[in-house]
């Protein structure tokens, strides 16, 4: 399967702990997105890459958080010391930069903070 | 991004269609109606998008009134499969991020 992946899909942790996310892209696209979607609610914009520029931050990024995609590829989603606040479901996307530019959406890792 | 306003939840009968309706009357001239829809457990799933013509693809049709104020997704052969949240969204070409509403949960029954 060539869609987008990611990794893992759930993780449980204790308050205070740092999580790290993962998020392979297809491949041919040169943009990559992390949206966060609570219960019930919409998927919210958190941050984008275009390549491995990071273009553009939510002010839902604290400082807490911290997205990279190093080579371009692969991207990673770092949120430290987390919260309970932080329990959500964490969505990757990614896309070209052309055409219709139609975001393609992964599985998402869901995240639970005790 | 124009805002877009969608009712909370519709239902649908089986091998009914189900049109979807949405509102975006502050809609500026170069920005596109998206719909996207996401099923349980998974990530949102593109349907169409359009900016003033009607589309069709082999998802859905997508209406748009000629004011452009509001569009209506139709599925035209609703299955058990097509329940999910259905997400309207108005944004610029070749924009980066999708701002996502409450969005509309459609509930198709037999």
């Known amino acids: 399967d060539t869609g987008v992946s990611q990794d893992p899909r759930h993780k449980i942790t204790k308050r205070g702990q740092n999580v790290t996310f993962r998020c392979d892209p297809i491949?041919?696209?040169?943009?990559l997105y992390w949206y966060r979607q609570t219960l019930g609610q919409g998927p919210e914009f958190l941050t984008y890459?275009?390549?491995?520029?990071?273009?553009?931050k939510s002010r839902l990024l604290s400082d807490r958080f911290s997205a990279e995609r190093p080579k371009g590829s692969f991207s990673t989603l770092e949120i430290q010391r987390t919260e309970q606040g932080d329990s959500a479901m964490y969505l990757c996307?990614?896309?070209?930069?052309?055409?219709?530019?139609?975001?393609?959406f992964g599985p998402g890792t869901r995240l639970t903070v005790l | 991004d124009a805002k877009t306003t969608q009712p909370p939840s519709m239902d649908c009968a089986e091998g009914r269609a189900a049109n979807l309706p949405c509102n975006h009357s502050?809609?500026?001239?170069?920005?596109?109606v998206y719909w996207y829809r996401q099923i349980h457990s998974q990530g949102p799933q593109y349907i169409i998008h359009?900016?003033?013509n009607n589309e069709t693809n082999e998802m859905a049709s997508l209406i748009i009134t000629e004011d452009r104020k509001s569009s209506t997704l139709i599925l035209p052969h609703a299955t058990l499969r097509d329940t999910a949240v259905y997400y309207c969204?108005?944004?610029?070409?070749?924009?980066?991020?999708?701002?996502f509403g409450a969005g509309t949960i459609l509930r198709v029954k037999s």
């Open positions: 996307a990614s896309s070209l930069d052309q055409g219709n530019n139609e975001q393609f």
């Open positions: 491949s041919e696209h040169n943009r």
């Open positions: 890459f275009q390549n491995e520029a990071q273009l553009e």
């Open positions: 502050t809609i500026s001239g170069n920005e596109y």
């Open positions: 359009g900016l003033k």
């Open positions: 969204i108005v944004r610029v070409a070749y924009g980066n991020k999708l701002v």
